[in-house]
C-alpha cells in the first residue's frame, strides 16, 4: 500500500471527524461510559478509560469535555446499558466492512446496518465472513515535522515498546499490540511526542484496490453508517485512488 494512499485514507477519516465533531463526541461520550462502568471513574487505574480519553484527545475534545463526560458517566451507572455488537460484510467491489455498535436495543441497530448496507451496494454477511482479514492492533499516528529524524524517532518507537514502525511521506505509523498500546502510548507522550490518532483499530491484512466511481459509493456506504447514532467504530479494507477527494 502506497504512503500517499494510507495518508490520505486517514486524511479523509480525518476531515470527515472535522466536519461531525459534535457526532463524534456524542459516540466517544459513550465509550467512555462503558469503559467508566466496567472499570471505575479513575483514569490511574482503569485502563480502557486511558485509551478511550487518548481517543478523545487525538479527536481534539477538549479536557473539561472529557471531565464531564466521566462525570456523567459516573451519575449514570444504573441508567442505560449499552451491549457491543459487532457487523460484518461487503461493500461495493467486495471490499470488506465491519461495523462496531454500542446499543441498547439490538433489533434497531441490526435493523439500520443491514437496510444500509443492501441501501448502498453492499450486503451484510454473517459474523466472521471479514473479520479474518483484518488484526486488532493499537495504532498511532505521528504526524512528520521538519525537525524529526526518522532513524531517531524509529528507534524512540521500538524502545518504548512498539511492534512495528512505518515511515509515510507526511506521516509515521506506529503499530502496537492491544496489551501494549496504552504503555507505548503513555511511553511516546512522555517523549514529547503529539498524535493525529491514536487508538485500538483494526487493520486489513490486505487491502482492495477502488476506482473512483467505486470509492464514491464505499464513501457513502460509510458516511450513512456513521450517522447511525448506534454506530462507533467502522473499518474497511478500501484503497481510495490519490485522486479521491472524500
Known amino acids: 500500500m502506497s504512503g ?26 459513550k465509550e467512555i461510559m462503558v469503559a467508566v462502568k466496567q472499570g471505575g471513574a479513575n483514569a490511574e487505574t482503569n485502563s ?16 473539561d469535555t472529557i471531565s464531564r463526560s466521566i462525570k456523567k458517566a459516573s451519575g449514570a451507572m444504573d441508567g442505560v446499558n449499552y451491549e457491543k455488537i459487532v457487523y460484518e460484510g461487503y461493500g461495493p467491489n467486495g471490499v470488506a466492512v465491519i461495523v462496531e455498535a454500542l446499543t441498547d436495543n439490538k433489533n434497531r441497530t441490526a435493523g439500520n446496518v443491514r437496510h444500509t448496507f443492501d441501501k ?50 507526511e506521516v509515521f505509523e506506529v503499530i502496537t499490540s492491544v496489551e501494549d498500546f496504552g504503555t507505548v502510548r503513555e511511553n511516546l507522550e512522555s517523549s514529547g511526542y503529539e498524535f493525529a490518532s491514536a487508538e485500538i483499530t483494526m487493520i486489513p491484512d490486505n487491502n482492495v484496490e477502488v476506482d473512483l466511481n467505486d470509492a464514491k459509493k464505499v464513501e457513502k456506504l460509510i458516511d450513512t453508517l456513521e450517522d447511525d447514532d448506534d454506530v462507533q467504530n467502522i473499518y474497511h479494507n478500501a484503497e481510495f485512488p490519490e485522486e479521491f477527494e472524500g
Open 4 to 29: 500517499h494512499s494510507k495518508w490520505h485514507n486517514i486524511q479523509a477519516k480525518k476531515s470527515k471527524t472535522d466536519a461531525k465533531r459534535g457526532k463524534i463526541f456524542t459516540k466517544i461520550g
Open 48 to 63: 480502557r478509560l486511558r485509551d478511550v480519553i487518548a481517543k478523545a484527545k487525538s479527536n481534539n475534545m477538549p479536557n
Open 120 to 169: 448502498h451496494g453492499g450486503n451484510l454477511g454473517a459474523s466472521g465472513c471479514v473479520g479474518w482479514m483484518f488484526q486488532t492492533k493499537g495504532q498511532i499516528i505521528i504526524e512528520r515535522k521538519e525537525n524529526m529524524d526518522e532513524e531517531e524517532v524509529m528507534m524512540e518507537v521500538l524502545e518504548a515498546g512498539a511492534e512495528d514502525f512505518n515511515s509515510e511521506d
